[in-house]
T-cell receptor, first 118, second 113 residues
Framework: GAGVSQSPSNKVTEKGKDVELRCDPI?????LYWYRQSLGQGLEFLIY????????KSGLPSDRFSAERTGGSVSTLTIQRTQQEDSAVYLC????????????????FGPGTRLTVL | KQEVTQIPAALSVPEGENLVLNCSFT??????LQWFRQDPGKGLTSLLL?????REQTSGRLNASLDKSSGRSTLYIAASQPGDSATYLC????????????FGKGTTLSVSS
């Protein structure tokens, strides 16, 4: 079946604008994750969804970042009042889940959205 | 706080060589460790997942080992090919959350023909 898809693939925006990034997980995957990959910082965890709930949002860098998931499927990551330091590749992943604390299964990643804030 | 380090940051080898990529982590109480591959401009592809109870996992020319007590994992690539050129990342689950992955910064491998 289809893998994880993300849209748009590239987004250029002006500082101060809001942006929405979309993730379509693999069908049947209950767990969904957002990560950010920037030069010098590597890959950083942002938020984890199990179904429509987000039990772990510890990686969101500020209150300008929010995410939601509806219908246990599509997720949207929203960045308000974008700043230049938000420029990065935003990666989404999904996995079968659910699982007990500390247990993880293989995460399947999408191609990412490259965000550039001018 | 768990930290993951990968050495070397970059590696260039001629085709056919066997090579080892290293990953170390500061908190040995991990549940598993994963190795990923990332091609330029692409997402990550999972290569191998080693559970904490396992010592190694093999897939084709790839072999990953895990030594929890010393906080180390190695990815062995046999008979390297130009198509193996990519960035290789290792990751462990966050002990606190158990679900988020903490990644190393990767080793960028270049295999020349």
């Amino acid at each position: 079946g289809a893998g994880v898809s993300q849209s748009p693939s590239n987004k250029v925006t002006e500082k101060g604008k809001d942006v929405e990034l979309r993730c379509d997980p693999i069908s049947g995957h209950t767990a969904l994750y957002w990560y950010r990959q920037s030069l010098g910082q590597g890959l950083e965890f942002l938020i984890y969804f199990q179904g429509n709930s987000a039990p772990d949002k510890s990686g969101l860098p500020s209150d300008r970042f929010s995410a939601e998931r509806t219908g246990g499927s599509v997720s949207t990551l929203t960045i308000q009042r974008t700043q230049q330091e938000d420029s990065a590749v935003y990666l989404c992943a999904s996995s079968l889940g659910p699982f007990a604390r500390g247990w993880t299964d293989t995460q399947y990643f999408g191609p990412g959205t490259r965000l550039t804030v001018l | 706080k768990q930290e993951v380090t990968q050495i070397p940051a970059a590696l260039s080898v001629p085709e056919g060589e066997n090579l080892v990529l290293n990953c170390s982590f500061t908190d040995s109480a991990i549940y598993n460790l994963q190795w990923f591959r990332q091609d330029p401009g692409k997402g990550l592809t999972s290569l191998l997942l080693i559970q904490s109870s396992q010592r190694e996992q093999t897939s084709g020319r790839l072999n990953a080992s895990l030594d929890k007590s010393s906080g180390r994992s190695t990815l062995y690539i046999a008979a390297s090919q130009p198509g193996d050129s990519a960035t290789y990342l290792c990751a462990v689950p966050s002990n606190q959350a158990g679900t988020a992955l903490i990644f190393g910064k990767g080793t960028t491998l270049s295999v020349s023909s």
